[in-house]
């Protein structure tokens, strides 16, 4: 990955600059793939699909899919032992998901 600058709703890669109407809460590195959890608004279901993907050129590669989370934002990302990307959402769902292509691999309740 370049370099990577940030600030609360702001990515700098190398020269491409990411801008977002909510703060980013977190991120992860995949190699050259940046995963980024965005803040979310209640009153905003677009906001919903807050976990998005940035190769290092700063262009979109994915943004998660909104068929299991519904209404719910995600809370939380994570790798596991074998660099899966994790994600949590706020009604308790637990998707376990390809870094790369953001394609879901398994989801269960987390409740």
Sequence with gaps: MKKIKMTSHKIVIDKSEISFDYEIEEYLLYDDTLIVRLNWEKENI??????????????????????????????????????????????????????????IIKYNANK
């Design 46 to 103: 677009n906001s919903y699909r807050n976990i998005l993907a940035f190769n290092n050129f700063g262009e979109l590669l994915w943004k998660i899919d909104s068929k299991l989370n519904g209404k719910y934002p995600y809370v939380k990302i994570d790798k596991d032992d074998n660099d899966v990307l994790i994600a949590y959402n706020f009604s308790g769902l637990k998707l376990s998901l390809d870094p790369l292509t953001g394609l």
